[in-house]
């Protein structure tokens, strides 16, 4: 089992970046697809970003491509979004998503793919 902690969210300008990071505790931290989702008001949770455990293979949803990066540093456990050219409709409660181990070196994208979650955090994009 993984337990996962969001942080780096805030409120930021429209064109600004913003970095959330997300920290996995476990020693099998690379045998874990992750994923970053986000639940805006109003709409369902959405997949922006996914990764394979080895780093290799990416998603990103379309509203975010070319904008997003999706990283992890098998080092410190922890998975990243960087984020940049930011607008307002990326405001929502943003959320790290852990797949249960693999063996395969796929991402995944749907929800109901992942096992476990952070708390989320909160990113508010003022225009």
């Known amino acids: 089992q993984v337990q996962l902690v969001d942080s780096g969210g805030g409120l930021v300008q429209a064109g600004g970046p913003l970095r959330l990071s997300c920290a996995a505790s476990?020693?099998?931290?690379?045998?874990?697809?992750m994923g970053w989702f986000r639940h805006a008001p109003g709409k369902e949770r959405q997949c922006v970003a996914g990764i394979s455990r080895s780093g290799g293979s990416t998603y990103y949803a379309n509203s975010v491509k070319g904008r997003f990066t999706i990283s992890r540093d098998g080092a410190k456990n922890t998975v990243y979004l960087q984020m940049n050219s930011l607008k307002p409709e990326d405001t929502a409660v943003y959320y790290c998503?852990?797949?249960?181990?693999?063996?395969?070196?796929?991402?995944?994208?749907?929800?109901?793919?992942?096992?476990?979650w952070g708390q989320g955090t909160q990113i508010t994009v003022s225009s």
């Open positions: 998503a852990a797949r249960a181990p693999v063996y395969s070196d796929f991402y995944y994208y749907r929800e109901a793919e992942y096992n476990y």
């Open positions: 476990g020693r099998t931290f690379s045998h874990y697809p």
